[in-house]
């Protein structure tokens, strides 16, 4: 079992930049591939960023390439997710996930085990 619990959301100007935090806690951490997903009100959950287990290879989706960086401190038991350039289609509920496939980066949350229970970003214009 991985408890999963997401911080750093928050409100913030287009063009801005916030850093999301994902603590992990039980099982192995460094056991797990991570993922990034969001959801905006009235939509699916979307895919945003994942992670392998070393942190050596990472996969965005294709909206967030370039101004979003996932990345992993497993001494910390803890993931992130930097954006940057934030723009108002990023409002969203962001979580985080562990998948038990530690070197996949999925884009499938039905890949995913565990999930947090998401953190508000809002972009104003």
């Known amino acids: 079992q991985v408890q999963l619990v997401e911080s750093g959301g928050g409100l913030v100007q287009a063009g801005g930049s916030l850093r999301l935090s994902c603590a992990a806690s039980?099982?192995?951490?460094?056991?797990?591939?991570m993922g990034w997903f969001r959801q905006a009100p009235g939509k699916e959950r979307e895919f945003v960023s994942a992670?392998?287990?070393?942190?050596?290879?990472?996969r965005n989706a294709d909206s967030v390439e370039g101004r979003f960086t996932i990345s992993r401190d497993n001494a910390k038991n803890t993931v992130y997710l930097q954006m940057n350039g934030l723009k108002f289609e990023d409002t969203a509920v962001y979580y985080c996930?562990?998948?038990?496939?530690?070197?996949?980066?999925?884009?499938?949350?039905?890949?995913?085990?565990?999930w947090g229970q998401g953190t508000q970003v809002t972009v104003s214009t």
């Open positions: 996930a562990a998948n038990r496939n530690p070197v996949t980066r999925s884009s499938d949350p039905t890949d995913y085990n565990y």
């Open positions: 039980g099982r192995a951490f460094s056991g797990y591939s």
């Open positions: 992670i392998n287990w070393r942190g050596s290879s990472t």
